[in-house]
């Protein structure tokens, strides 16, 4: 049996593309999603990817989520922390309930994630944690305080649990798209979308399979030495 991969919020979006990205390069994959049934289960009747059903900002649902995958698929290898949500106002019209909901999934959901897998790569001396950050992390953006402060705490978690991990054969590394040519992105204005664009110097949105072929070469062995490092995958629109 190959490699066991878990990827959450993987049945939909960039998500999914890296989720069946794994598939194809020889990895058992278990996709997490939140709540979307339907969707969830077109994903695995499409492409033959089991799908689990948590909340990442729960920690005991992901500990018994996780449980279960690995009970199925046998031990988690490498996690995608890829599972996220926005909830966007300026900051003077951002209620805490905005705030937290957005720290809950997006940043204490990758503690969520990786915690209960940790202790299992250390015992086996292999493991790879890639956590889907964004350009907005890196650059902020408006409306987003709560998004873009998430999105910067990954990368946080990534440098410390790549010096922790180090020894024990663990690497974390992080991915910061731009923008991607995701269901959500493509349902904005046309005239919103424009704005967008012009701002990319590469002239385009990327695409879900670029942000996966990343994924697929930091969890393989040729990226066994790159650890603590963040992959901007925005088109040049932000350097760091």
């Not at 966007?88 to 805490?96: E, I, L």
């Amino acid at each position: 049996m190959g490699r066991v991969a878990l990827v959450t919020g993987g049945s939909r979006g960039i998500g999914a593309a890296i989720s069946v990205a794994l598939k194809e390069a020889g990895y058992s994959v278990a996709a997490n999603y939140a709540g979307n049934d339907e969707a969830a289960s077109k994903f695995s009747a499409d492409t033959g990817i089991p799908t689990y059903k948590w909340n990442v900002a729960d920690y005991e649902a992901s500990k018994a989520g996780i449980a279960k995958v690995e009970a199925d698929l046998g031990p988690v290898d490498v996690v995608v922390a890829n599972a996220g949500i926005t909830r966007d106002a300026p900051f003077h019209k951002m209620t805490p309930e905005q705030w937290q909901q957005v720290i809950d999934t997006n940043l204490t959901g990758v503690f969520n994630t990786v915690h209960p897998v940790w202790p299992g790569m250390r015992d086996r001396k292999f493991g790879r944690v890639i956590v889907i950050s964004s350009v907005n992390g890196q650059k902020g953006q408006f409306a987003q305080v709560n998004y873009a402060a998430t999105k910067a705490g990954d990368l946080g978690i990534v440098k410390s649990l790549a010096q922790e991990g180090a020894r024990n054969g663990i690497t974390a590394n992080a991915i910061c798209p731009g923008y991607i040519a995701t269901e959500m992105v493509m349902a904005v204005p046309e005239k919103v979308r424009e704005s967008i664009i012009a701002q990319i110097p590469a002239g385009r949105l990327g695409e879900p399979g670029e942000i996966a072929r990343c994924v697929v070469f930091l969890a393989s062995e040729d990226a066994s030495f790159i650890n603590g490092s963040t992959i901007s995958a925005n088109g040049a629109q932000f350097f760091s």
